[in-house]
Nanobody
Framework: QVQLVESGGGLVQAGGSLRLSCAAS????????MGWFRQAPGKEREFVAV????????VYTDSVKGRFTISRDNAKNTVYLQMNSLKPEDTAVYYC??????????????WGQGTQVTVSS
């Protein structure tokens, strides 16, 4: 069992930066790939980024490549999402998830409660 708690969301102007954190409980954090997903109002939840269990491999959705960076610290049971050059279209609730190495939400067994990111123009 893994419990996930996101933090770091907020309101930022376009072009600004935010760093999301996701703290995990449980000793098995390091065996899971960790993903970030987001859901904007009226839209389906979409994949943002994933990092493998060791932190050596990452995948990003095209719309955030070059702007977002996913990382993890297994000693701290935490995964991060550094978001730079934010755009209004990045506005969404951001969720972290633990599971398999995948870009689809159904491959993730554990989810956090989400943190709101709002980017003003």
């Amino acid at each position: 069992q893994v419990q996930l708690v996101e933090s770091g969301g907020g309101l930022v102007q376009a072009g600004g930066s935010l760093r999301l954190s996701c703290a995990a409980s449980g000793r098995t954090f390091s065996v899971y790939a960790m993903g970030w997903f987001r859901q904007a109002p009226g839209k389906e939840r979409e994949f943002v980024a994933v990092i493998n269990s060791s932190g050596g491999n990452t995948v990003y959705t095209d719309s955030v490549k070059g702007r977002f960076t996913i990382s993890r610290d297994n000693a701290k049971n935490t995964v991060y999402l550094q978001m730079n050059s934010l755009k209004p279209e990045d506005t969404a609730v951001y969720y972290c998830a633990a599971g398999g190495w995948a870009t689809t939400s159904y491959d993730y067994a554990y989810w956090g409660q989400g943190t709101q990111v709002t980017v003003s123009s």
